[in-house]
Antibody, heavy 118, light 107 residues
Framework: QVQLQESGPGLVKPSQTLSLICSVS??????????WSWIRQHPGKGLEWIGY???????YYNPSLRSRVIISVDTSKNQFSLRLTSVTAADTAVYYC??????????WGQGTLVTVSS | DIQMTQSPSSLSASVGDRVTLTCRAR??????LNWYQQKPGKAPKLLIY???DLQSGVPSRFSGSGSGTDFTLTISSLQPEDFATYYC?????????FGPGTKVDIK
């Protein structure tokens, strides 16, 4: 059973960089066949896909966030990460990581709330 | 981006009711449509992929249909654990996009 777990600071100051890690267990990112996504949900709102990465490092980002997002992978640790630069209050959200197959997400982390505030 | 819409935005139903939720894509997406269930404070859970394929472990009272631009999720007999918000998502092209959701609550 694949499990994903997000980790990182729950509070980030405006203009700084949000950094999160997703740790994957029960399966290897390096085995291929899957992309690994970041998705966020603003409080009380719907879901916004941020982007995904393949184990090789190939990425695709949502154009709405592309200028501020970097997703990377560390296969030795079976982790992938999200960096979102120049954050504002509008980036306050629950951030989820998810395994993605054929562009649908079959396993999700529990989510982590990141608040942007001074 | 492919815009997704869902209707209704919310509905009230009783245990045992047959419930049908609708999702529409702004352009044709074939059968590249997926459904998720989300309960408060929890991550979304995949229910249906490729418009009509039931994800492993999901009860058979859930079913999906449609192709092109119009899709439905049907719950044949609503159970207490089904009260949640349901999202559709297109997997036809990137960026992946979700509908705004339909909240199903207790009448």
């Amino acid at each position: 059973q694949v499990q994903l777990q997000e980790s990182g600071p729950g509070l980030v100051k405006p203009s700084q960089t949000l950094s999160l890690i997703c740790s994957v267990s029960g399966g290897s990112i390096s085995s291929g066949g899957y992309y690994w996504s970041w998705i966020r949900q603003h409080p009380g709102k719907g879901l916004e896909w941020i982007g995904y990465i393949y184990y090789s490092g190939s990425t695709y980002y949502n154009p709405s966030l592309r200028s501020r997002v970097i997703i990377s992978v560390d296969t030795s640790k079976n982790q992938f990460s999200l960096r979102l630069t120049s954050v504002t209050a509008a980036d306050t959200a629950v951030y989820y990581c998810a395994r993605t197959y054929n562009k649908y997400c079959d396993y999700w982390g529990q989510g982590t709330l990141v608040t942007v505030s001074s | 981006d492919i815009q997704m819409t869902q209707s209704p935005s919310s509905l009230s139903a009783s245990v045992g009711d047959r419930v049908t939720l609708t999702c529409r894509a702004r352009q044709s997406i074939g059968s590249y449509l997926n459904w998720y269930q989300q309960k408060p404070g929890k991550a979304p859970k995949l229910l249906i992929y490729a418009a009509s394929d039931l994800q492993s472990g999901v009860p058979s009272r859930f079913s999906g249909s449609g192709s092109g631009t119009d899709f439905t999720l049907t719950i044949s007999s609503l159970q207490p654990e089904d009260f949640a918000t349901y999202y559709c998502q297109q997997s036809y092209s990137t960026p992946i996009t979700f509908g705004p959701g339909t909240k199903v609550d207790i009448k």
